[in-house]
Nanobody, 116 residues
């Protein structure tokens, strides 16, 4: 059974950093394409970062390029999102995502609030 559990969110001041974690079970992240999405109040869910399976590269939304980094630890079966230089507009619920076959899987999300 595929499960994704996010953690690491919280309240941070502008310019600060957070690292989000996505603990996966039921499949191996090293062989899977994984994504981080976010959804701010009143807005649609948007793709933030993507990492392809087995060394096929990464991609980022223009709004986070140069500030966010997606990575994975195969030994821990976990995907991370390192977020630096955070801005108030980064405030959102962040979700981990993967697709197995034709089915998308989502975690429950972790809240990130950037405020002074």
């Amino acid at each position: 059974q595929v499960q994704l559990v996010e953690s690491g969110g919280g309240l941070v001041q502008p310019g600060g950093s957070l690292r989000l974690s996505c603990q996966a079970s039921g499949f191996t992240v090293s062989m899977a394409a994984m994504s981080w999405y976010r959804q701010a109040p009143g807005k649609e869910r948007e793709l933030v970062a993507f990492i392809g399976s087995a060394g096929t590269g990464t991609n980022y939304a223009d709004s986070v390029k140069g500030r966010f980094t997606i990575s994975r630890d195969n030994g821990k079966n976990t995907v991370y999102l390192q977020m630096n230089s955070l801005k108030p507009e980064d405030t959102a619920v962040y979700y981990c995502n993967t697709i197995r076959g034709i089915s998308p899987y989502w975690g429950e999300g972790t809240q990130v609030t950037v405020s002074s």
